[in-house]
């Protein structure tokens, strides 16, 4: 009996998609344009809707009739689009590469909160598989088969009935005017509602699919094309005139990634994530603000002479930075990769990769704990005969999948979200994850900081400086990567620690109660450059003395530039 009943349901099941298959035979291109509009408008743009209706506080009769109309509105926007885009031979291919693209977008935009824009589009092509893979779960799988591949399935064995190619292009164009007709009516109708919505909402283009990836990926490329130019030098007569010592310099430069400030104990978080670096003689900075919000566009910025408000991210590729700088002034400079790349910023120096040398007590092949960086820091130190910069960039709490960011031992707060799809876990367990994260990241300053000490006859010191923060379900954000102006605190506010050697202190002439007195000011990335520039002893033109934070607390002023009159 049970069997029977298996079998009536499978044929059942069998008989409904048949009957959605005849559905989508012998369609006119009117109803199939009508069919793709109501499909992406409803199914495909969660996201928006969200938004939209979030956004809108229905207190009178008039936003009421502007809220009726957004759906008008956006559909009649869609339908201008499909009616240029569904022709005869090619209708299949655009439609099925629209929903399969659009359905990913959707998932994404709407579990974690993100919206797209150009800058979304270059950290899609900047993302590498093992960090492709961390997005890949169950919930996903099932979004796309419901809602991309089935509808994709069926657009495959539609058949669509065109009428001939002039009355086709006829009516093309009789309903394009029609839309066109509307869409000036109720823009017209409510002007006032739609230009205060769209004034104070400007990132609702950013959810509206397909839209949003068509555009941000012509732009991306337009701008790609755009900075392809020659590589330029940012000053060739740089060069280190260090204070006189006897005494090889050596400074580490950590780069955390997707650090937040106020998830740090030292910058006032009411819970222990810092038990070892509370003890350590290190200066926390609690108000740094970040050149973006991801790493595609935070991590050559904040490494650039030119300050966030002049930094173009297209010609970053063609122009050296700061690590270039300190090489080419005398410093012998190494870069421990740990996360996904270096953004271009590493290309011109020696450059280990910790996955690939896949160290197997810290490394599984796709991912290495940071710690193994610091194990080859121990051996470089070992080696140090010269003025050495050693920079590591850490994957340190990269999310979604934060639980793989740290060992067992670290699992100190729980209950623990061990998995990729943080949207199904409760904030407090989220918010635990992460801060293990943080504990491991401070265990890994604190062992940076105490392989220095080993090492007193030289003139060492340490800084650590994330490249972004991250939003953790807060007011329903997740994750990073939100448009700059719109970007709440949890993803620009990131941690700046300095560490000094008594060495560095006296040599540098480093008033230190003075820098422990400066950590409440506010500073971002853009005095990276020129505190690197002073704290190295670098004679450049390109130094600012009022964007290096050491300068206020300088016992004996740096050189002047060679060139200075």
């Not at 359905?103 to 579990?111: G, I, K, L, P, S």
């Not at 340190?396 to 199904?424: A, L, W």
């Not at 409760?426 to 293990?436: A, G, H, K, P, Q």
């Amino acid at each position: 009996m049970a069997e029977q009943i298996f079998i009536w349901r499978i044929s059942l099941t069998r008989g409904k998609f048949k009957f959605l298959l005849l559905n989508f035979q012998n369609l006119s291109s009117l109803r199939l344009v009508v069919l793709s509009c109501l499909y992406f408008e409803i199914v495909l743009n969660f996201s928006l809707w969200r938004f939209a209706f979030s956004k809108i506080h229905i207190n009178s009769a008039i936003t009421l009739v502007f809220a009726v109309s957004l759906p008008a509105f956006i559909f009649f926007g869609l339908f201008s689009i499909f009616n240029a885009l569904i022709w005869p031979y090619f209708y299949k291919t655009i439609l099925i590469l629209l929903i399969t693209v659009s359905c990913v977008a959707n998932y994404v935009m709407f579990q974690y909160g993100v919206f797209i824009d150009s800058d979304m589009i270059r950290n899609l092509f900047q993302t590498n598989r093992r960090e492709a893979l961390d997005y890949v779960n169950l919930s996903g799988i099932l979004w796309y088969l419901i809602t991309g591949f089935f509808p994709s399935a069926l657009i495959f064995k539609s058949k669509v009935v065109f009428k001939p190619l002039f009355k086709e292009a006829r009516d093309r164009f009789i309903y394009a005017l029609i839309c066109l007709f509307a869409l000036s009516v109720l823009a017209a109708t409510l002007y006032k509602e739609y230009a205060v919505f769209g004034r104070n909402n400007r990132e609702v283009t950013r959810l509206i699919n397909p839209t949003n990836y068509i555009f941000s990926a012509w732009r991306y490329f337009r701008l790609q094309a755009l900075a392809n130019k020659e590589f330029s030098p940012i000053d060739p007569d740089a060069r280190l005139t260090p204070f006189e010592d006897d005494r090889f310099t050596v400074l580490v430069i950590i780069v955390g990634e997707t650090a937040r400030s106020m998830s740090f104990a030292l910058n006032g978080y009411n819970r222990p994530t810092n038990p070892r670096l509370i003890n350590q003689d290190i200066i926390s900075f609690n108000d740094v603000t970040a050149s973006g919000t991801s790493t595609a566009v935070s991590l050559p910025a904040m490494f650039s002479h030119l300050g966030r408000d002049k930094f173009i991210l297209n010609e970053a590729a063609f122009s050296e930075n700061i690590i270039d700088l300190i090489s080419n002034s005398g410093y012998k400079v190494i870069w421990l990769e740990n996360d996904n790349g270096c953004k271009s910023v590493c290309d011109r120096v020696n450059v280990r990769d910790m996955v690939t040398e896949n160290n197997l007590k810290y490394c599984d092949g796709s991912y290495c704990f940071d710690e193994v960086m610091i194990d080859s820091l121990e051996k470089l130190l070992d080696q140090v005969h010269e003025d050495t910069v050693i920079a590591l960039h850490a994957i340190g709490s990269h999310g979604p999948s934060y639980y793989k960011r740290y060992p067992f031992e670290f699992k100190i707060f729980q209950p623990t979200c061990d998995t990729s799809e943080i949207q199904n876990c409760s904030i407090n367990s989220i918010v635990n994850t992460y801060d293990n994260t943080i504990i491991y990241t401070d265990f890994i300053i604190n062992r940076a900081i105490d392989s220095l000490k080993k090492y007193p006859q030289f003139e060492s010191g340490l800084i650590y400086i994330s490249d972004h923060g991250e939003s953790l379900g807060e007011n329903g954000i997740y994750l990073h990567g939100l448009p700059f102006r719109l970007a709440p605190d949890e993803q620009i506010k990131v941690p700046l620690i300095v560490w000094m050697s008594d060495a560095m202190k006296v040599y540098d002439n480093i008033d230190y109660n003075c820098l422990i007195n400066r950590s409440a000011e506010s500073f971002s990335h853009d005095n990276l450059f020129h505190s690197l520039v002073g704290l190295l002893e670098i004679n450049t033109k390109l130094y600012e003395s009022n964007l290096d934070i050491f300068t206020p607390c300088r016992l004996k002023p740096l050189p002047k530039y060679l060139n200075d009159n």
